[in-house]
């Protein structure tokens, strides 16, 4: 059974480092199209970044390129997905989902597109 759980999330200043880590607990996401998405309070959730399947093709969206890093482990049969958070900003504040696609497509960035969710983790960023 699909089981997404994250850890890494916490409160860090202005211009901080957090990175965040999204485990395939039932070991059946294997080698499948990942991401991580934020929901800030008041808005609607938005895609942050994407990973393929492989981990050779990667998207962000525009408010993180340059600052946040995807990647992914697929040791062992379990794939465990990475989000490096560098300079980061009050605005990044938000709950922060990862979750697994089982779209046949490399990086998936559409959010109906992804099947499996985590629980989320709540990062915040202190001015």
């Known amino acids: 059974q699909a089981h997404l759980v994250e850890s890494g999330g916490g409160l860090v200043q202005a211009g901080g480092s957090l990175r965040l880590s999204c485990a395939d607990a039932?070991?059946?996401?294997?080698?499948?199209?990942m991401g991580w998405f934020r929901q800030a309070p008041g808005k609607e959730r938005e895609f942050v970044a994407g990973?393929?399947?492989?981990?050779?093709?990667?998207?962000?969206a525009a408010s993180v390129k340059g600052r946040f890093a995807i990647s992914r482990d697929d040791a062992d049969a379990k794939s465990t997905v990475y989000l490096q958070m560098n300079g980061l900003k009050p605005e990044d504040t938000a709950v922060y989902y990862c979750a697994a696609s089982l779209a046949l497509q490399l990086v998936v960035t559409t959010e109906s597109q992804y099947d499996y969710w985590g629980q989320g983790t709540q990062v915040t960023v202190s001015a």
């Open positions: 990973i393929s399947w492989n981990g050779r093709n990667t998207d962000y």
């Open positions: 039932g070991r059946t996401l294997s080698h499948r199209p």
